[in-house]
């Protein structure tokens, strides 16, 4: 192994986290361990992602070496692009595995150290840098003076307060500097067609609001370079245009009804702390859209079960009854939703009876090779679910199905999943250039003024 190229060493957790990562360190050299390639072994059993992503590694590495010559092992393997995997990348680098054994003990961190300290000792002239997605293990490699990093290449930000976060205030003065502003009402919504300035760099589904007096709230229809279309918002906070009897309490509220009642809007995307409404905002535009307006078959709500990891099975009972226990967040909903003014308890339990037949609640287990028509999807704790996972999820949808994902970031249950890599965060950044998807942000917590006061002062 000679030249000024770097080797990057790699922990068994970045391979089961992302197995095309054998294939992102461009022109520089990868090498890995012989533990690592055991603790592929022992997590190759099993239908969960970690263990596809496992067996996914393992026949990436068989390939290259099909496809290694006549030397054997000791010049690496190319990293050639593996088949059926479309990588756009330019030059690469080599495979090169640990060859002999190391006076490392105990622990396979440990051993995983020892290898990668050989190898730096062995190749004096080269940069050699560990890549974990464990911290106890990078900070022991750099107790023991080697070059350790995080696996950044799924990141979809570097920070997570540039985030998008689907909402923009307006200048005092907007209309001042459009004076040319062409108007018009269609369908009973007032339109605007305008030239877009410096700095106006908006997003379609983008909600703009001017504070104030002359209050104003609109939302970006279409945007290309030289020009935008507004759409004026309806108001939901009044109680006239309320969806199945829920009002906006604020600004960002209405904004989510307006993108969860527009059938143009196939995929939204809805982030905030406890208590600011986002399943309630969810489920009564859902209702409105099934019972009302038909537009819809029925409500499917699901979530990231993480307490019980892949396995839904040690709860008696069919997928509905097994995922109860984990939709709380639903029944406490529908408390809300169903709550008829006259009919006493009976008329409170028939309707509870006819929304519970219109929600179905189903395990993202079972979620492949599933297609969804003409349904409105519901996906809770999506910041529990990784890029791959999601994608795994919108891809279900089929004609007519409209697809909303709830989450906190701030909230992440799972393993090696940050603010900045959640499959929530990437969906939110990789959908904003979309005209059909929306993304608003929740700021303000809707309990009670208990809950407003215990989340800022505990």
Known sequence: MTGSKRIYALDTNVLLHDPTSLFRFEEHDVFIPMTVLEELDEKKQGVSEVSRNGRQVSRFINELIGRGN????????????????????????????????????????????????E????????EVVLVSKDINLRIKAKIYGLHAEDYENDRALDDF???????????????????????????????????????????????LFLPGENSVELRVLTVDEQHATLV????????????????????????????????DVDFVTLLGTAGTGKTLLALAAGLAQVMDQQRYREIIMTRATVAVG?????????????????????????????????????????????????????????????????????????????????KTLITRA??????????????????????????????????????????????????SRLADFASEAL
């Open 161 to 207: 307060a540039l985030l998008f976060t689907g909402a923009d205030e307006l200048a005092e003065d907007f209309w001042d500097h459009h004076p040319e502003v062409q108007s018009w009402n269609e369908h009973g919504h007032t339109f605007y067609k305008l030239d877009l300035h410096e700095g106006e760099d908006w997003y379609p589904n983008q909600c």
């Open 232 to 263: 004026l918002l309806d108001d939901h906070s009044h109680p006239n245009h309320s969806v199945w009897g829920i009002a906006a309490r604020n600004r960002e509220q209405n904004f989510a009804l307006n993108v969860l009642m527009d059938p």
């Open 398 to 447: 089929g004609p007519g199905t409209k697809i909303v994902c709830l989450g906190n970031v701030e909230q992440i249950d799972t393993p090696y999943l940050t603010e900045t890599n959640s499959g929530l965060t990437y969906a939110v950044d990789r959908f904003k250039q979309w005209e059909h998807s929306a993304h608003i942000t929740l700021r303000r917590g809707e309990r």
């Open 310 to 390: 892949e396995d839904i099975g040690f709860l008696p009972g069919t997928e509905e009854e097994k995922m109860t226990p984990w939709m709380g967040a639903l029944t406490d909903n529908l408390e809300v939703l169903a709550n008829p003014e006259e009919g006493g308890s009976w008329g409170r339990q028939a309707t509870n009876d006819l929304l519970a037949s219109r929600i179905k609640i189903r395990s993202l287990g079972f979620m492949r090779g599933r297609t969804f028509l003409s349904r409105y999807l519901i996906i809770d704790e999506a910041q529990n679910l990784t890029p791959k996972q999601l």
């Open 70 to 117: 006549e030397n054997g092992l000791n010049d690496g393997l190319e990293l050639a692009n593996p088949q059926g995997v479309n990588l756009q990348r330019g030059a690469v680098g080599r495979l090169y595995f640990q060859q002999r054994t190391t006076n490392g003990h105990g622990k396979a961190d440990n051993l995983i150290l020892a290898a990668v300290i």
């Open 119 to 126: 190898l730096r000792d062995r190749n004096p002239e080269r």
